[in-house]
């Protein structure tokens, strides 16, 4: 793998810029970035007469915006084939080549920032450190190590705990070890349960607190897979900052989710469509149990629309990141704002926006070059010319290993096509 240019001086000119906050785009832009970060930004003209001390960029045509940040992905078994739980019984060495893959893929994407959420064997720790060291090329990681559930409970890569003490222990663990956040399995994934919500909590307000208070108090976010409205207002009394899925969220919950500053991930494509496709064979039984979970997840959206609920995006395990801007939009979700889901808004959930998610001076030179707007077409998203992370520009292709020599079934990089082009 190789990149257009090391951390150095740089400047692009002549680009049309969106920072990742307002409604403006800017046109013919002139940006220095000066080793990892933005060192000035202004009109091409200005620039003009400045001497050129590093590589430059003829940004005439391109589209500049914040990288994007995914904000729930599991590196370890990303658009793994069959159950995800075969997958996950993989030992360590064939996990860790496969989560290699998926940060070189995610990258050339334009993703800059992952946010794993549940990982085996320490990997995506480990992996973050050494992205982080320079040792491997791939996006900013943010790993929550292993989820934690009760026993019986619902997570593949999860650690088991029961009871108040449990709880604080197993979160205190995951944190010793390295992670940047906590994640509890609130609620199972769809089951089959009387009356109208397929799925069922499976954490007391208690059990959920305990962890969550330990999260806090080491200055770090809870997060939280939930659905069903029971499970979702444990998650929203115990004091969680990201809801995971929301299937069944009510409208009085999103209120208070929008008037708490609590973040919403719906992963729309992943629960809605990828997870269904024939590519990833899991069968009739796994396509009925979630097609039953549609209606609460669409009358999760409208609830969050309504109520103005804070939005990012996730693509889950096996969901599309360009599709899930555009179910964001077909959702209701204003242009701007689905793309602000993808970049400042998911940076403020994570703590790092006074460092990513903008472009802006002083800000860390986090940025993609795309093809084509995605204003008008969330699919722009998938048209990256080039990738600049922390002030390092990389080509796309010089980012995946050998993908187009790889069957279909294991490549990863046709994930990020829409379903009517797959």
Known sequence: MSTVGQSGTLLITGATVWDGTGDAVREDVAMRIAGSRIAAIGRTADFGAQPV??????????FLMPGLINMHEHLIFRGTVGPPAAAL???APELTIHA????????????TTVRDMGTKFEIALRLRD?????????????ACNSAIRVTGGHGYQAVHADGVAEFQRAART???????????????????MPGPEPTRPECTVDELRAAFEVAHDW???????????????R?????????????FLTEDQAIRMARDGVTFTPTLSAYNVQTMHPRFKRGAAWKAAHDALRSGHASAMRAAVSAGVAMVVGTDSVGCYAEEVDLLRKAGVGTLESLRACTSNAARALGLDQEIGTISVGRMADIIALRADPRTDPYALEQVQLVIREGRVHRPADLVYAESALPAEVSLTTLVRSPSSA
């Open 100 to 111: 290699v893959r998926v940060a070189a893929t995610a990258l050339a994407q334009g993703i």
């Open 130 to 142: 050494a992205i982080g060291a320079g040792q491997i090329l791939g996006p900013r990681i943010l």
């Open 174 to 192: 995951q944190l010793a070890a390295g992670a940047d956040f906590i994640k509890v399995m609130a609620s199972h994934d769809p089951t089959p």
């Open 235 to 247: 998650a929203l009394d115990a004091g969680a900052n990201v809801i995971e899925h929301g299937h």
């Open 89 to 91: 019984g993989r030992g």
């Open 53 to 62: 001390s590093g590589a430059e960029i003829d940004g005439h045509g391109l």
């Open 219 to 233: 200055g770090h976010h809870a997060g939280c897979h939930v659905m069903g409205s029971t499970a979702i207002s």
